[in-house]
């Protein structure tokens, strides 16, 4: 299984950045596919997710309203749109995709079974 994410950079403070994580390797029908985020000397944090099969969303209160998952299931693909960005968004961003045979719930990391490489957001201010 892959998961590769791609589309992080350096923005400045209320822009816009769109991260794209390319799937490949399994069917993920039966999946939640999500995005967390790990900021230097934090824990890693979750962001947002989707079920793969039913588009259902869930999002960290910190970037509710700002932050939009999306899934291409066509393309195998999960994107995180994000806008507003602030400088506390600053991270590294990592796509990852869960069936949740440890936790049971979808905002936690061990959740998951399978994480892409991440992908660096700096946003300036």
Do not use: H
């Not at 999946?31 to 979750?46: C, D, N, S, V």
């Not at 990852?96 to 957001?121: C, E, K, L, M, P």
């Amino acid at each position: 299984v892959q998961l590769q994410a791609s589309g992080g950079g350096l923005v400045q403070a209320g822009g816009s950045l769109r991260l794209s994580c390319a799937a490949s390797g399994r069917s993920f029908s039966r999946y939640y596919m999500a995005w967390f985020r790990q900021a230097p000397g934090k824990e890693r944090e979750f962001v947002a997710a989707t079920r793969w099969s039913a588009g259902i969303t869930s999002y960290a209160d910190s970037v509710k309203g700002r932050f939009t998952i999306s899934r291409d299931t066509a393309k195998n693909s999960v994107y995180l749109q994000m806008n507003s960005l602030k400088p506390e968004d600053t991270a590294v961003y990592y796509c990852t995709a869960g069936s949740g045979r440890v936790a049971a719930s979808i905002n936690q990391w061990d959740f998951y079974d399978y994480w892409g490489q991440g992908t660096q957001v700096t946003v300036s201010s």
